[in-house]
């Protein structure tokens, strides 16, 4: 199966420690996406790249997050000093075209 | 700024019967639409797309939808569902090649 992939898929951490998560886009897509999704809500776009080019940042991504995608290829994104409203389910997606491929999702308690 | 309204937040319906999940956009430009299905604890699995041509699209699992430019609408359909369809499903709309703006979503839940 080559579709989308994140690691790890389960992150607990208490308050104030950096968490990183990863993922790992279809290998021939170029642009990756990240979102994040809170109970009861649809997914919200953090930031996006084309190659290793962040192209967009939400303002939902404060100065506490940060996103690599040094070789065009696979994705960091790396959240410093965990607050509990970070909880959520972090979302990764790629896209060779216009339709976007998700990937399960890594999903943060904050304790 | 483009915005997505899902008009029902939960669907109940009995097996077998048809359905229909409404989704309306806001935007100024032309858009690319989607549907998305999550089952829990899962990503986001695509449904169907439209971006241009006919405005009837047909997706995986029996769903279709239908878009409508004057009454800003993509609302998805199935003649006849089936318990596995109890999913959450997702109305997305994309200006291009760039970030999706979602619904919140409608959960539907088939009941033997």
């Known amino acids: 199966d080559t579709g989308v992939s994140q690691d790890p898929r389960h992150k607990i951490t208490k308050r104030g420690q950096n968490v990183t998560f990863r993922c790992d886009p279809i290998s021939e897509h170029n642009r990756l996406y990240w979102y994040r999704q809170t109970l009861g809500q649809g997914p919200e776009f953090l930031t996006y790249?084309?190659?290793?080019?962040?192209?967009?940042k939400s303002r939902l991504l404060s100065d506490r997050f940060s996103a690599e995608r040094p070789k065009g290829s696979f994705s960091t994104l790396e959240i410093q000093r965990t607050e509990q409203g970070d909880s959520a389910m972090y979302l990764c997606?790629?896209?060779?075209?216009?339709?976007?491929?998700f990937g399960p999702g890594t999903r943060l308690t904050v304790t | 700024a483009q915005s997505v309204t899902q008009l029902d937040s939960q669907v109940p319906v009995f097996e077998e019967a048809p359905v229909e999940l409404r989704c309306n956009y806001s935007?100024?430009?032309?858009?690319?639409l989607f549907w998305y299905v999550q089952y829990p604890n899962q990503g986001l699995q695509l449904l169907l797309k439209?971006?241009?041509?006919?405005?009837l699209v047909k997706g995986i699992n029996g769903f279709e939808a239908e878009f409508n430019k004057s009454q800003t609408s993509f609302h998805l359909r199935k003649p006849s569902v089936h318990i596995s369809d109890t999913a959450e499903y997702f109305c997305?709309?994309?200006?291009?090649?760039?970030?999706?703006?979602f619904g919140k979503g409608t959960k539907l839940t088939v009941n033997p």
């Open positions: 935007s100024s430009v032309s858009v690319y």
């Open positions: 439209y971006l241009s041509g006919s405005t």
């Open positions: 997305a709309v994309s200006e291009g090649a760039e970030k999706l703006v």
């Open positions: 790249f084309q190659n290793e080019a962040q192209l967009e």
């Open positions: 997606a790629s896209s060779g075209n216009y339709e976007q491929y």
